[in-house]
């Protein structure tokens, strides 16, 4: 489609009879009768997530033409007179890798009107405002990043081996500088690796207070964005496409809003990343990183983390994986906010708009029962629209003791703003509105005590009595503060929590706000939305998946659940969903030894997805986060989505 005849569509322009989501009133199956187990009859997989291709993706009107190519732009109206309103300085265009300023005006993505489609069981599009009506095929999402090289969606044309991610990043900044404050426009030059010890002391930073100035308020808060991955890891084409893409989006389109980093942990202590020899350290990095991503990437391994924090038992990366962000976060202090991603997840929609609404998301929420509302999976077909969950969980809050400030330890001095009053039934869900979160998390957060979650008493310099939190899988966003309190505790007091309760933990400690985003969870099986309802969130109101029948506790009960959600710790439908996305089959050698993959119970694990883009076209998905997918090829590598 011609540019000048492209449709430029912004989140919130369209509004679809079709809604992915689902109200109470639409369930009204009985529960089923299961003598085997609650939860077992509808363990059945959901072939429609397969039919919703490009040929079936149809725009709200009568006639049959195909649905148009739109150009989806959900950036902020760059330079207009409301934008500047709000912020300090100009939005520069940044230079791309094809040596051109970016303009945002590729048409590809496509209205999605797909009424078989099904809602997500978890979590809400309209709760958290992304856009469930635009849709993404492979071609769409990574056709600019090299993907493809036929004539209908031709590669990209541009010699990825002469590509320096890294300086196109650091040259968007400079074009943006004056958009940012200035205690944050003299970031240093991207280091080799991180030092081996602590070259930054250890202080107390201020913590930002509302301002009156309505030219300090204005400057665009940055972040970065840390891609974690190791050394020896396999780089795949679409692996290298997906570090392109969220370079683009997220920095280069933004003008530096974001900036994306490598972080690699060298698990071979036997190479010498703290060599002076500079040809020593380019060879290292060009025998481990595409060329593309050299520049972006920071080095470091298990010896760095033992020279910072000497009195923490553990460094290792299952039970410290904070660690290096923390120690990153002492030497890039230019970022108010640290995202981490890791390597096996994907975003199937725009990664700009997901982090972005996430991060507003979480900036809406009041505290006031904030922290038993995140320990909740959110289920529209339960609970309702978002406001009425909240009333749900006030309503049965009451009589009940609520954090409520901060849950300091004797350790600990907190420096979270103190509540506005007495008790949060004074309260009128006003305090913490329009206050970014320092903890943003995609999965519950919970009180792991008195559960059978494997590390719950993993702990250094703490008694097993210290109150807690925890969350599953170690993706978000936490604040510069936060990561300098994390850091404190372990290098000043050998205090140390395994990785999923750190960030947590001190938060509630210090009263720092914390949210779990309700980004949307598909679950591939054919369970009802009061099946769910009453197996995903187990125990008392205040204590959600706290106690001893927790969904979390390891004794695998509902891993046929868990496993079967887009996004988890370990699951087998991320996988299923990308495979078919990208136009591959199931593969039939995916059973080695010619049997189904069990695990202990008896349980199958094994692809599923019938792909018919002869009938419906390429799958065109709406807007998610997948984790984990653990290959992206077609014939499939010896790593499993469910290693049983």
């Avoid at 187990?37 to 059945?44: I, K, N, Q």
């Avoid at 650091?170 to 958009?179: A, H, L, P």
Wanted: charged share 25%.
């Amino acid at each position: 489609m011609e540019p000048s005849r492209s449709i430029v569509i912004r989140p919130g322009d369209i509004v679809s009879r079709s809604s992915l989501e689902v109200r109470p009133q639409d369930d009204q199956a009985p529960f089923a009768h299961e003598p085997v187990g609650t939860g077992t009859l509808r363990d059945v997989r959901e072939e429609k997530f397969y039919r919703g291709g490009t040929l079936t993706v149809a725009h709200e009107s009568d006639d049959d033409n195909p649905p148009i190519p739109v150009i989806y732009d959900p950036y902020p109206k760059y330079n207009s007179p409301q934008w500047r309103k709000e912020f300090t300085g100009r939005f520069h265009a940044c230079e791309g890798p094809r040596g051109k300023t970016l303009s945002r005006s590729s048409a590809r993505d496509m209205v999605f009107v797909y009424p078989d489609f099904p809602a997500p069981m978890f979590g809400s599009y309209q709760a958290t405002g992304l856009d469930g009506n635009v849709c993404s095929n492979r071609f769409s999402r990574l056709a600019a990043y090299g993907y493809g090289s036929n004539t209908t969606h031709p590669a990209s044309g541009v010699n990825w081996n002469e590509t320096n991610w890294g300086s196109l990043q650091s040259q968007c900044f400079e074009r943006n500088v004056g958009r940012y404050s200035p205690s944050g426009t003299n970031p240093r030059p991207i280091s080799l690796t991180l030092p081996v010890h602590p070259r930054v002391t250890a202080r107390t930073l201020p913590r930002d207070q509302p301002t009156s100035s309505p030219h300090i308020s204005r400057y665009k808060p940055r972040s970065a964005v840390i891609l974690r991955a190791w050394h020896d890891m396999e780089w795949s084409e679409n692996l290298k496409q997906n570090v392109r893409s969220l370079v683009t989006e997220l920095s280069l389109h933004s003008g530096g809003e974001y900036q994306v980093f490598l972080l690699i942990h060298i698990k071979d202590e036997s190479i010498p990343i703290y060599t002076d020899d500079d040809e020593v350290m380019k060879e290292i990095k060009a025998r481990f990183i595409p060329h593309e991503f050299q520049d972006m990437a920071v080095l470091f391994n298990e010896k760095t983390l033992e020279s910072w924090y000497p009195r923490v038992e553990d460094h290792s990366a299952n039970f410290q994986y904070w660690q290096p962000i923390q120690i990153f976060s002492q030497m890039f202090q230019d970022f108010e906010y640290y995202w981490q991603l890791e390597m096996d997840s994907r975003f199937t929609g725009h990664s700009y708009h997901f982090l972005e609404n996430s991060a507003e998301f979480a900036k809406r929420q009041p505290r006031k029962y904030l922290w038993e509302r995140s320990a909740y999976f959110y289920i529209p077909g339960a609970h309702g629209i978002w406001q009425d969950f909240i009333e749900m969980v006030g309503y049965s809050m009451k009589g009940r003791k609520s954090v409520w400030g901060s849950m300091s330890i004797h350790q600990i001095t907190p420096i979270g703003p103190k509540p506005p009053v007495a008790f949060p039934e004074d309260d009128k869900y006003e305090w913490g509105v329009g206050e970014e979160a320092d903890l943003i998390t995609f999965l519950p957060i919970f009180d792991p005590t008195d559960t059978q979650w494997l590390f719950r008493n993993r702990l250094w310099g703490l008694p097993e009595d210290v109150p807690r939190r925890t969350t599953p899988v170690a993706m978000g966003r936490v604040s510069r503060e936060l990561l300098h309190q994390m850091h404190i505790i372990q290098i000043q007091r050998g205090m140390g929590l395994v990785s999923e309760m750190t960030p947590p933990s001190l938060a509630l400690w210090h009263g720092l706000k914390a949210a779990h985003v309700p980004q949307p969870l598909y679950l591939d099986g054919k369970w009802t939305s009061k099946e769910t309802g009453r197996t995903m969130n187990l125990g008392e109101p205040d204590k959600i998946n706290g106690g001893p029948d927790s969904l979390w506790n390891w004794d695998h009960l509902w891993d046929h659940v868990l496993y079967r959600l887009t996004y988890m710790f370990t699951t087998q439908t991320a996988e299923d969903f990308y495979q078919r996305w990208l136009g591959y089959p199931i593969d039939p050698n995916q059973y080695t030894d010619g049997t189904y993959h069990q695990d202990s119970t008896g349980r199958n694990w094994f692809e599923t997805g019938d792909l018919r883009e002869d009938l419906y076209g390429p799958l065109c998905f709406p807007s998610m986060l997948l984790h984990t997918i653990k290959n992206t090829e077609e014939r499939k590598g010896s790593a499993m989505a469910v290693p049983v």
